[in-house]
């Protein structure tokens, strides 16, 4: 069988690997490099963790999906746990939702926060989660790792720097009028793919800006930042995250009040304003935070379908499914995702398992 995957990112490379392990033919065609820098799923790094309070479904998908990182290739899965600042009634919920899942936790107090992370400062009085198993997957390293799979691969085709004009039924038609037809086509562009869908479909899909800082930890604060699990939730005003550097890797600082709609896709640099509110959003969590430890400030873009808020996967012709990537979700279910792709495609009666990369 013959597959075309339209996209770059995790989604479409991840599929791609489960369809080439089970014998099919791939082509992989996206409008930049292989991976693409510009995706939605490119980063330094991902949290990856089990928690979502008040959703048991999707606490027990992630924590399937969490289980399936430290297998996807040497080194790209880092254990770090996860902190998550709660308000207090919400505790004892976290916790038990995680037991349902066999994921181990441990409520930190105020003074336990104080005393393990004199680095941080939380706001006063909170307590928070931390989920021991949660971690951090290399994500750059991850898409790369997945697309040498894929070219050493005998049944796995990368056409680069490729815009795809149309997906009509499973015929994908390039720019410049080459034509690559398949048995079954997976749409998967990311923010680009509204252009490549239904109208009525692409009307329902909402355009996000996500900005974040990548810095640099002074030297004496490294080895304290050695030992800190990555932050999900500071707890504070703002909805500011982040991600601890591990491998190489700088401290990435986002935040919920950096993401918002837009109607346009307006290139990866981060605005002047966006990035001092990032910095003035975390300045009270990092005692000493200050321009000077920005190495990169940059922007990135995903889809929401607009009913409901997330993902979205749909049928649009026969044998052709697109996919509608929601922000950091997309690279944490990923390993679930592609293996529920890649059996609809192929019309597979089960999943196949993730295999390695390494």
């Known amino acids: ?13 991840l599929t791609a690997v489960q369809c080439v392990s089970a014998g099919h033919e791939v082509t992989v065609v996206d409008q930049g490099d292989i991976p693409n820098p510009a995706a939605g799923s490119f980063d330094r790094q991902r949290v990856v963790r089990a928690l979502h309070l008040g959703d048991a479904a999707a606490t027990a998908a992630a924590a399937r999906a969490l289980a399936l990182w430290p297998g996807a290739g040497a080194g790209l899965f880092r254990r770090t746990g996860a902190l998550t600042v709660l308000p207090d009634a919400d505790l004892p919920r976290a916790q038990a939702a995680l037991a349902g899942v066999g994921a181990a936790s441990a409520v930190l107090g105020p003074a336990e926060l104080a005393a393990r992370f004199a680095h941080l400062r939380f ?25 040498d799979r894929l070219r050493a691969h005998p049944f796995a085709e990368l056409l680069p720097h490729r815009r795809v004009d149309a997906v009509r039924g499973t015929a994908v038609h390039l720019a410049g009028g080459e034509v690559l037809r398949a048995d079954a086509v997976l749409v998967a562009a990311g923010a680009w793919s509204r252009p490549l869908l239904p109208p009525k479909l692409a009307a329902e899909l909402v355009l996000h ?29 703002g909805g500011a995250w982040l991600v601890v550097p591990v491998a190489g890797t700088p401290l990435k600082l986002s935040a919920s009040a950096a993401c918002r709609v837009v109607s346009t896709l307006d290139g990866q640099e981060t605005p002047e304003p966006w990035r001092r509110r990032l910095l003035d959003l975390h300045a009270p969590a990092i005692p000493g935070l200050s321009e000077d430890w920005v190495l990169e400030a ?17 049928p649009i012709g026969e044998r052709v499914l697109a996919h509608a990537a929601c922000g950091g979700s997309s690279f944490k279910f990923a390993p679930l995702i592609a293996q529920s792709l890649a059996a609809r495609l192929t019309g597979a009666a089960r999943p196949t398992a993730l295999r390695g990369v390494s």
């Open 1 to 13: 069988m013959r597959i075309v995957m339209v996209g770059g990112g995790v989604i479409a490379l």
């Open 123 to 147: 706001p006063e009085g909170a307590s928070a989660v931390l989920e021991a198993g949660a971690g951090i997957v290399l994500a750059d390293r991850a898409l790369a790792a997945f697309a």
């Open 209 to 237: 800006r996500q900005s974040q800082l990548h810095c640099r930890v002074p030297p004496a604060d490294a080895p304290a930042w050695a030992s800190t699990p990555t932050v999900p939730s500071l707890g504070t005003v």
């Open 298 to 314: 940059r922007d990135s873009y995903y889809l929401t379908h607009a009913p409901t808020g997330g993902p979205l996967t749909v």
